[in-house]
């Protein structure tokens, strides 16, 4: 059992961090910590305390099955539809203008429609169409087939690049959340082309479809754009941290952070 040494403190806390437990796990010892008050933490709830995110490569089923968080009730999720339904109207209303100024910008500048609508993943997996203003050239994909944005992508209109820094290519999802099949914050949608490798690529990934995607989420203003696999990943570990600590304060902390990040232009792709 720990001990005060001269000019040390008294150990309050232990994290328990083992790649490997069997035969190596010091069981007698942390119970002699346990009972002496002393709090005993597993790695990868002290991980995610840390960092705001997991780490799904490395937790185990078990600690989703034991750990505390994916707490859901009626009233949560009634007064998240709510929150919802309030700021997507109201943002609707105060942003009409920088709607017209948008779709007139775009109609100008380059041929095509103004809205580009395409297929996502929703919440328990259910397709859907969601809307944007078209910041590419028309049928950007007809050459390509279905890719990730890339840095400096010569698809972009020069319309579309101001767009896309301020995140105004976005706002059309408002519908989609007014209509329900977004939400304010959650888990950015992901096309079926992308999603159905990434299920079998990375572990736990079908977990963020147990809630529906947002405009905006707690990967959006904890990590930067990404594009490939290894991002994909890392999106994870923040989106899987909000689902399991989902509450109206932490939309609400989403939302500022995302105010922010959208007046200084950062993170777009």
């Known amino acids: 059992a720990p001990i005060r040494s001269s000019g040390m403190k008294l150990v309050t806390k232990v994290v328990v961090a083992l790649k490997e437990q069997r035969g190596l796990f010091p069981t007698q010892e942390l119970i002699q910590c346990r009972t002496a008050g002393i709090e005993v933490l597993e790695g990868s709830s002290f991980y995610e305390m840390l960092t705001g ?19 859901k009730s009626k009233l949560k999720t009634i007064v998240k539809r709510l929150e919802d339904i309030v700021i997507a109207t109201i943002m609707l209303i105060l942003l009409s203008p920088l709607f017209i100024i948008t779709a007139i910008l775009i109609k100008a500048t ?26 590419m050239v028309d049928n950007a994909e007809q050459m390509t087939g ?3 944005a890339r840095a400096d992508d010569d698809r972009i209109t020069p319309v ?20 329900g099949k977004m939400s ?9 082309h992308f999603t159905d490798d990434l299920e079998k690529e990375i572990p ?7 809630v529906k995607p947002g405009l905006t989420g707690w990967a959006q203003v904890s990590y930067d754009y990404g594009a490939n696999v290894e991002d994909a990943i890392e999106k994870l570990n923040y989106d899987l941290f909000y689902i399991k600590n989902l509450s109206i304060t932490m939309d609400f902390v989403i939302i500022l952070r995302t105010v922010k990040t959208v007046l200084f232009g950062k993170g777009a792709r």
């Open 53 to 71: 995110k997991v780490l799904v490569t490395k937790i185990k089923p078990s600690w989703l099955i034991f750990s505390d968080g994916f707490k």
């Open 146 to 148: 279905p890719v990730w």
């Open 204 to 210: 736990f990934y079908s977990e963020r479809f147990k």
């Open 110 to 135: 380059s041929k095509g429609p103004i809205l580009f609508s395409q297929d996502r993943v929703g919440q328990d997996k259910k397709e859907y169409m969601m809307h944007k203003f078209r910041s």
């Open 184 to 192: 304010m914050v959650g888990p950015r949608p992901e096309r079926k």
């Open 160 to 179: 579309g690049k101001v767009i896309r820094k301020f995140r105004i290519d976005e706002l059309p999802q408002l519908w989609d959340v007014l209509t």
